[in-house]
């Protein structure tokens, strides 16, 4: 059933859709048509804040691909709603600001599409109940996030942003996806609920391990956690809007959000707390450290946001009711605030023309309103009491000096390493919030610094009343989002009391000693960041590594395909051959070979016959390798069909020496044409590594080629389903012969199939045929009046003349008895082409194009149609495709007689087979440039099929 | 019977794959028919052989015959067979005609040692 988190996750892509409809009507006005949407599901989901944020869960599935297992089942918990508010409200305002901020130039529609598809995936995310479906969107979001760091393509820095994001996400992805599989494999569901029912299987499960490592990869690869923070400065190339809503506020909390849910899964054990606080620590304390060094005002932010995502994926690594709510409220107030940074530096940006921090001085006095916002943010962030990034940072502090694991030395470094982390946060919110807007105001920036419209101003204003509302009273979202969140991840109900003013502890001393040491240190910021800069400033940093290993895959891809793909059949022969045999050989060798009870009593006695036919074969085929001629190699070739053609008679398969047989003559036909155009086997210089490897490469194949056949011998898994067609032939399909009502009957389909590959060939053929240069195509005089095939020309027409109308009746006679004895339709058709090979062996090619009244393509159709009718036919009755029916009926004189429709069938398949290689034979005869030239001369004679017909054409004129 | 039969595909297979490696024309052609011969006898020994009388009933329903799953395919794959080697020299003799050569190096501009 489609719900309304459907509707709220499908509309965006719909809306995208008729993006480009809507830039069409409004122009530049695209994003006030955008904007109702976000607005819209934010009004919606605070409406949900009673019931969700109360303790609902709301669920709705839609079968997706059921046969998988895939529902896209939607759930939304507390958890998933302060997520998708964050998604819809940051989103409102970004698009709103978005409006004024891009300029009519921009291609707002490929802007929006891409912000859209973004929404609705980020969406998807939050709300999947189903692993699989959370990572189509997971996956939807990195390609989105790709294409806005790309948005002003032209430039080399978006490029190479988008094209590092993109590879490190996604590299992620697939980590993710794999643990997902193994996840999946280990609690045997892909549902979110029905896995929180197996925390102790998969716990315990060998898997565990590699689901928390792959998972993880996943999560910290989308939310830039060392050593994959790499991206997230990159992605700065894109405009601010989209910095703001996916690079701080949204997508790369995705991550968080993966961490969290995964949290109540794979949590509580020392693997996932010291991994996940391990480089979540990390990350905070080197994303600030980074910070502050940063020339580059939305570079400062990005590692801002580095530093922040490590220090909230760190409570989720605590997994404590304290922690765990320290973190979800953190999640919360540093969209608020990180998004209105944003936009302020996107405004200092838009209004001075640089964001260079060292141009920038005294900025507040041009733009008051722009400073004042700032502040609001920039020490909410510092943590300042009576903004809301002091309360969620004191739960923080407090949270980690109440370790669910220890105390030991890991858990004590931890709140150090926080502070320490801290302090640095404050030098760079006072290096965004007191030196670029105090002293003289600067006169070297590219735009004279001026205040922002209305329009730029109002989504950082809206924010910042958020920022201190939340500071003052954050009991506000007490309930409804931090409780409810919290409960939804600790499985319990939940009590918080969240308060400014804590009274005198132990996290608000954290707090005074960080802004104390950051004071100090700004305080001396010239000194501290040349210091840090030299500090940094080694060739061995993870940018360096990044740009090496894109380097050098580039190039040992370049070297291995130079290697591989050299465009010669032989190597890649090689390869394949190679490869097959140590892998299917080491496969075998592996398998017991010959079972116990495998005993030489078992195998078939060796005949006279088969014992001769097998050294014939034998020595045919080595001899066509060895042989220097190429008559004497094609002649082998031959040797060893007609040998196994004679295995078939001894094994009792009658249907296939026939065939085997006739088709051995025909193929004979075609080579013989060829050699008289190709060159002759020229004698080549031995080349021992190139026929060493061949030789080494065939013997290995040959030997898994015969160790296969044993096999089949030594395993016996099941019984043949051939008991079936034993049991059924007569009773089901009504005929005897049960291999010709296998073909026509039972695997009908399979027949059309190679009947149709057969017309195929035949079309080919034609057309390379034909399709000869002009310049290489044989001159009128230059064709050989008599066929190419014409041996003796005295005796050969009289035996043949016999021989034709023989071997025609005698096909006749095969195809009609095929239902019930050997023969039947293929068999039938090539041995009505053998009499017409006879023919053309003794007589003109006209007379033998003759001989056929139709051209073989009206065979070739009538054929296929029939067949393809006699499939569809049944199913107006209701019976499936290709059914075939059958019945006896008394006749006068002949008694009874029996009709089935698989006789039609068959009589389809040999008209096909018959004009098929009819056709291609003809065809191939008369392509020959290098015929025999008549030593008459000959009259402008019919040369191909197609002259014949039209000359017959041309007689039926002159007669009318 | 059937350690000899497995003899014979190895080395029918072996010697096709040898061929279809090498750089004639002609030869490579010959190769692929070849094989063909060889995966057929071995997909025939897949059902068995000598189990009884041909899958023809002729004589009473329920009499011993050989299995006629592996006939059915191989009948196909011979069939198909003739296309496949008819539609190989055709390519073969016209990309002689194009490009003058019959080797399988010089078409493809590499040199071996």
Redesign the interface.
């Known amino acids: 059933m489609v719900s309304t988190l459907h509707a709220i996750v499908l509309f965006p892509f719909l809306l995208a859709l008729i993006v480009p409809r809507l830039y069409h009507l409004l122009g530049r006005r695209l994003g006030w048509a955008i904007l109702p949407f976000p607005f819209a599901v934010t009004l919606y989901l605070l409406g949900l804040l009673p019931t969700v944020g109360g303790g609902d869960t709301l669920l709705s599935s839609w079968a997706w691909a059921p046969s998988f297992g895939i529902h896209l089942s939607l759930m939304l918990d507390g958890f998933g709603l302060l997520f998708a508010l964050l998604i819809a409200g940051i989103g409102t305002l970004v698009v709103l600001y978005s409006i004024f901020y891009l300029g009519p130039d921009e291609d707002l529609g490929r802007f929006y599409i891409s912000v859209l598809l973004f929404m609705g995936a980020m969406f998807g995310v939050v709300l999947s109940e189903n692993l699989l479906s959370l990572y189509v969107f997971w996956e939807i979001t990195s390609f989105s996030s790709f294409l806005l760091i790309g948005f002003w393509y032209a430039k080399d820095e978006s490029r190479a942003g988008a094209l590092k994001s993109i590879l490190i996400t996604v590299t992620g992805g697939f980590a993710l996806l794999a643990g997902i599989l193994l996840l999946g494999a280990a609690g045997g569901t892909f549902s979110i609920r029905e896995l929180l029912g197996q925390v102790a299987v998969i716990q315990a499960h060998p898997y565990y391990p590699a689901i928390v490592g792959l998972i993880l990869l996943g999560a910290f690869t989308k939310s830039a956690q060392v050593p994959f923070h790499l991206w997230l400065p990159g992605a700065m190339a894109a405009p601010t809007p989209v910095s703001a809503y996916l690079h701080s506020a949204t997508m790369v909390k995705a991550g968080i959000f993966l961490t969290a849910k995964m949290g109540m899964l794979l949590g509580g054990t020392g693997l996932w707390f010291y991994v996940v606080a391990g480089i979540g620590m990390a990350t905070m304390f080197l994303g600030s450290y980074l910070a502050v060094q940063q020339r580059d005002l939305k570079g400062l932010l990005a590692f801002s946001t580095i530093s922040q995502l490590g220090l909230i994926i760190t409570m989720f690594a605590y997994g404590t009711v304290e922690s765990l709510s320290a973190g979800i409220l953190h999640i919360l107030n540093h969209g608020i605030f990180k998004a209105s940074l944003f936009m302020l530096v996107g405004i200092i940006d838009h209004e001075t023309g640089t964001r260079e921090i060292d141009r920038l001085r005294g900025l507040r006095r041009a733009m008051p309103v722009t400073a004042m916002l700032m502040f609001f943010g920039a020490f909410a962030m510092a943590g300042l009491p009576l903004l809301n990034g002091f309360v969620s940072k004191e739960m923080i502090f407090m949270a980690m000096l109440e370790p669910p694991i220890g105390p030991n030395l890991f858990t004590s470094v931890v709140p150090v390493v926080a502070v320490l982390g801290s302090a640095f946060t404050v030098v760079y919110c006072l290096i965004i919030a007191h030196k670029i807007f105090f002293g003289p105001l600067s006169t070297d920036t590219p735009v004279k610094p001026h205040e922002a419209s209305w329009g730029l101003l109002f989504a950082p204003t809206l924010l910042s009343v958020l920022i201190v509302w939340l500071g003052l009273s954050p009991q506000v979202v007490e309930q409804h989002i931090v409780a409810a969140g919290t409960a939804s991840l600790a499985g319990t109900p939940v009590s918080l009391h969240l308060a400014l003013w804590h009274g005198f502890n132990w996290p608000l001393v954290m707090s005074i000693g960080a802004i104390l040491v950051g004071g100090l240190l700004y305080w001396r910021l010239g000194w501290v960041t040349g210091l840090l800069r030299r500090l940094s400033s080694t060739p061995y940093h993870m940018n360096a590594l990044y740009e090496w290993s894109l380097d050098a895959l580039d190039r040992g891809t370049k070297r291995f395909n130079a290697r591989i793909m050299?465009?010669?059949?032989?190597?890649y022969?090689?390869f394949i051959?190679g490869f097959t045999a140590v892998a299917v050989g080491y496969t075998l060798l592996r398998t017991a070979f010959v079972p116990a009870d495998w005993a030489l009593a078992n195998?078939?006695?060796?005949t006279w016959t088969?014992?001769a036919a097998?050294v014939v074969?034998?020595a045919g085929?080595?001899t066509?390798?060895f042989v220097r001629q190429?008559i004497a190699?094609?002649l082998a070739?031959g040797a060893?069909?007609f040998m196994?053609a004679i295995?078939?008679v001894v094994?009792?398969?009658?249907?296939?020496a026939l065939?085997?047989t006739i088709?051995e003559t025909?193929?004979l036909v075609?080579?013989a044409i060829?050699?008289t155009?190709?060159?002759k086997?020229?004698q080549?210089p031995f080349?021992p590594?190139?026929e060493g490897v061949?030789?080494v490469?065939?013997?290995a194949?040959?030997?898994?080629?015969?160790?296969?056949?044993?096999a089949?011998?030594t395993h016996r898994l099941f019984g043949?389903?051939?008991e079936f067609?034993?049991?059924n032939?007569?009773t089901l399909g009504g005929g005897?012969?049960?291999?010709n009502v296998?073909?026509v009957d039972f695997?009908g389909l399979?027949?059309l199939g190679?009947i149709t590959?057969?017309s195929l060939?035949a079309l080919?053929?034609y057309t390379?045929?034909r399709?000869?240069?002009e310049g290489?195509r044989p001159a009128p005089s230059d064709v050989p009046s008599q066929s190419t095939l014409m041996l003796n020309p005295l005796i050969l027409p009289a035996v043949a003349r016999v021989l034709f109308f023989m071997v025609l009746v005698f096909s006749v006679y095969l195809f009609f008895r095929g239902h019930?004895?050997?023969g039947g339709g293929?068999i039938g058709g090539?041995m009505a082409v053998t009499s017409m090979l006879i023919w053309a062996l003794a007589f003109e090619r006209t007379a033998t194009v003759r001989l056929v009244p139709v051209h073989p393509r009206y065979l070739l159709a009538s054929g296929l149609l029939t067949v393809i009718a006699l499939g569809i036919a049944p199913m107006f009755a209701g019976y499936p495709f290709l059914t075939q029916f059958f019945g006896y009926y008394e006749v006068p004189f002949l008694g009874q007689v029996e009709l089935a429709t698989a006789l039609l069938f068959d009589l389809g398949v040999a008209q096909v087979?018959f004009g098929?290689?009819y056709w291609?034979?003809i065809t191939?005869a008369d392509?020959t440039?290098l015929g025999r030239v008549s030593r008459r001369p000959v009259p402008a004679v019919a040369a191909t099929i197609d002259d014949a017909e039209g000359e017959r054409g041309e007689a039926a004129q002159w007669k009318s | 019977m059937e350690v000899l039969i497995s003899l014979a595909v190895g080395v029918v297979v072996a010697c096709s794959g040898y061929l279809m490696m090498t750089r004639d024309m002609v030869r490579i052609i010959l190769g692929v028919l070849m094989m063909g011969y060889g995966i057929n006898l071995a997909l025939f020994m897949a059902g068995g052989i000598k189990a009884g009388g041909p899958p023809v009933l002729i004589d009473e329903v329920g009499a011993a015959v050989t299995d006629p799953v592996p006939q059915a395919l191989i009948l196909t794959a011979i069939v198909i067979a003739l296309g496949v080697f008819a539609l190989l020299l055709t390519l073969g003799f016209r990309t002689f005609q194009e490009n003058g050569s019959d080797d399988f190096e010089e078409l493809t501009g590499v040199e071996h040692d």
């Open positions: 050299t465009g010669n059949t032989r190597d022969l090689v051959f195998l078939a006695p060796i088969e014992a097998i074969m034998i085929a080595l066509a390798v190429r190699a094609a070739v060893v069909g196994v295995l078939w094994w009792r398969a009658p249907d296939l065939t085997q088709v025909v193929t075609p080579l060829a050699f155009y190709l060159p086997l020229r080549r080349r590594r190139v061949n030789a490469v065939a013997v194949l040959g030997l898994l080629a015969g160790g296969l056949t044993l089949f011998l043949s389903i051939g067609f034993v049991e032939s007569y005897r012969n049960i291999v296998m073909l695997r399979d027949t190679e590959v057969l060939v080919a053929v390379l045929v399709s000869q240069r290489s019930h004895y050997p293929f090539m087979v098929a290689t291609f034979v191939m392509g440039p």
